[in-house]
């Protein structure tokens, strides 16, 4: 405690997680360790393919172990991996691995092994025979020349397996890496933020991939001349973590957005990727409590569960969290977030003091640019919130379905974005749509971002849409919206300003230009809220008394509201079942209103521990002046 006073975890906490996952997932290994499958059903890709991301996944965990223990070896990983590799690796076999020219997803799993064989080499590699050794070069090495690598975080896994091969005499193609190391450079923005390809694919893989690789990587024996990119790949992770401690919770949450969200505390990885660069911008105390935070915040939540395996799901087990590329050994790219251990015990990351996180030291709003958030976190509860006006995984202009995982107005670390098969063809929660006369609800992805700006000590975002209808494609995917046939309805502009709990959201509608009779379809104006999940959620009346329209919901000590300040004349509760993976019974408010072509339609929206009454709202034809519960004024010009 006189290190960890704040969260209570140690490294020797940390070690002894470790090692009980990595025990149970032996449990579910097969007879000579290359494949291991824990419970449920096979993923999209087979068990093959779930047995292989098993051995690798957890691999990685283990080569953690083993270098930040200097090889020591209580549990024997050395050998009980080594025996893996060199089963999987056999063409004879009945336990070998797809090859990563017989299945993509090999491509990924090669990565792992070759990063823990360079971290590792005196203690796996080295043990190896040379008919074991030959077999692993021989299995890693049709990564080379192969151009079918998909342009995003993938690039990293031609790389890595490359950079290995080099090391040990293996092939290898300079001009392969160097095509790769274009592309990762062209997917950054600014200030340190990547998006996960060439979409507006803002989201955990910056952190945990974009990040991770290149510190990672840089120490790999085979990075040869390319050394020299360390130093500016570490000034943009020093840049990128001012941001990325600022979205952690004070209980320890990440920000619950973005796919493969089953590898939950991976998201603590360039907290440990900063302390082995030795970045600036934070201390290796405030980057271990932020780690520690979100360790403990799913330890103490049921993730790993009783049996020390990962599952599907959040804090529980909740398979709709996972994308069609998800199978049950997926979750334990969790590993990453556990780097932390390679790292020894004098090591000043673990030494050090925790610091408290920004959220624990005030209130405070502030931009982020390249994704097109403004954000707000509240130090009395604890909770970030998102507003969301530049992120959706797709190109501006894209006419497809929202994803819930990037499209959504908001995300914060205490709620999540519902999930069901309604909530991916007709947003309800956090959004701004028009119902057309079955009640479904447009989308607004290929959004333009207009503004993201401080104005005071609130911040601004807007943004402006070609809002559609779409008749979708049945099928689960990556985590980006559903395809389909779309049919324009409107513009539709959204500008939100935020300041502490509360957002004030302002919406106005076009017509077309191009098919100004196409808004004729839409029969109302809808704008919805924060959704909160739990056991039990309970309608709270408490806001009839400002004499105004308002919808309230309370669930699990959180508060969610919505406001009806302008242009909204019905207000209300949706609810839904198993919708999201925080809890079986969700609700959202929100508040309808007519169409109403150029004026503007106003709610203030707040997601909070406890919410004061909400801001007094004016509005004189483009200028808004919010008057805040705390006495603060906010005064803006909205687009014309």
Request: a negative charge; one cysteine or more.
């Amino acid at each position: 405690m006189t290190v960890s006073p704040i969260t209570g975890w140690t490294r020797e906490h940390w070690a002894a997680l470790a090692d009980r996952m990595l025990l149970a997932a032996r449990e579910h290994a097969s007879p000579d360790h290359a494949r291991i499958t824990p419970p449920g059903p096979p993923g999209g890709y087979g068990t093959a393919v779930d047995g292989l991301e098993g051995f690798a996944r957890t691999l990685l965990l283990a080569g953690f172990r083993l270098a930040g223990e200097h090889g020591r070896d209580p549990l024997d990983l050395a050998g009980w991996y080594a025996r893996g590799l060199d089963t999987g690796t056999d063409p004879a076999s009945p336990e070998r691995w797809p090859r990563p020219d017989e299945h993509p997803q090999a491509k990924v799993e090669a990565a792992a092994l070759a990063l823990v064989l360079d971290l590792t080499r005196p203690w796996l590699w080295d043990r190896l025979d040379e008919v074991a050794r030959q077999r692993v070069v021989d299995y890693l090495s049709p990564v080379v020349g192969d151009d079918t690598y998909p342009r995003c975080n993938w690039v990293w896994f031609r790389i890595v397996v490359q950079t290995f091969l080099r090391s040990v005499g293996g092939p290898w193609r300079a001009d392969d890496v160097a095509a790769d190391l274009a592309a990762h450079d062209s997917f950054h923005r600014d200030e340190g933020w990547f998006a996960d390809g060439d979409e507006r694919a803002f989201d955990h893989y910056c952190g945990w991939a974009l990040h991770l690789y290149p510190v990672l990587w840089a120490r790999m024996r085979g990075a040869g001349e390319w050394a020299d990119r360390a130093a500016g790949d570490v000034a943009r992770l020093d840049r990128f973590l001012l941001d990325h401690l600022r979205l952690v919770g004070a209980d320890g949450s990440p920000l619950v957005q973005g796919r493969s969200l089953v590898y939950r505390f991976a998201a603590a990885a360039p907290f440990w990727v900063g302390a082995l660069a030795g970045v600036t911008s934070a201390g290796p105390g405030l980057l271990r409590r932020a780690a520690s935070g979100v360790l403990a915040h799913f330890a103490d939540r049921g993730a790993p569960d009783e049996r020390g395996l990962l599952t599907l799901g959040w804090h529980h087990e909740w398979p709709a969290l996972a994308q069609s590329y998800s199978g049950p050994s997926s979750p334990y790219w969790a590993a990453k977030g556990m780097l932390g251990l390679a790292l020894p015990a004098d090591h000043p990351v673990w030494t050090a003091v925790e610091e408290p996180l920004p959220v624990e030291r005030a209130d405070e709003t502030w931009c982020a640019g390249p994704p097109g958030w403004v954000v707000s976190g509240t130090r009395a509860d604890g909770i970030v919130r998102v507003v969301n006006h530049g992120t959706d995984h797709e190109h501006v202009g894209a006419r497809v379905g929202d994803s819930p995982l990037y499209t959504r107005l908001g995300y914060s670390t205490a709620t999540a974005p519902l999930l069901s098969e309604r909530a991916w063809t007709s947003p309800m929660d956090q959004s701004v749509v028009l119902l057309d006369a079955r009640g479904t609800a447009t989308h607004r992805a290929g959004m333009r971002t207009l503004r993201v700006e401080r104005v005071g000590d609130a911040v601004l975002g807007a943004s402006t849409a070609r809002v559609h209808l779409l008749d979708p494609v049945p099928g689960r995917d990556h985590g980006s919206g559903r395809r389909g046939v779309a049919r324009d309805l409107a513009e539709i502009t959204t500008v939100s300003v935020l300041k502490g709990p509360w957002e004030v959201r302002c919406a106005r509608v076009a017509p077309l230009p191009d098919a100004p009779d196409a808004l004729q379809s839409a029969v109302a104006l809808r704008i919805g809220g924060w959704p909160l999940a739990a056991e039990e959620v309970e309608v709270d009346p408490r806001l009839v008394q400002h004499q105004v329209p308002a919808a309230s919901v309370r669930a699990g000590g959180l508060c969610s509201v919505l406001v009806a300040v302008r242009g909204l004349d019905r207000v209300g509760v949706d609810t839904e079942d198993d919708a999201s993976p925080l809890g079986p019974r969700a609700a959202t408010p929100w508040a309808t209103g007519p169409v109403a072509p150029g004026g503007w339609a106003v709610a203030a929206i707040a997601l909070g521990g406890g919410v004061a009454g909400p801001p007094a709202v004016d509005l004189d034809h483009r200028t808004l002046e919010i008057h805040w519960p705390d006495g603060g004024r906010t005064t803006a010009d909205l687009p014309l």
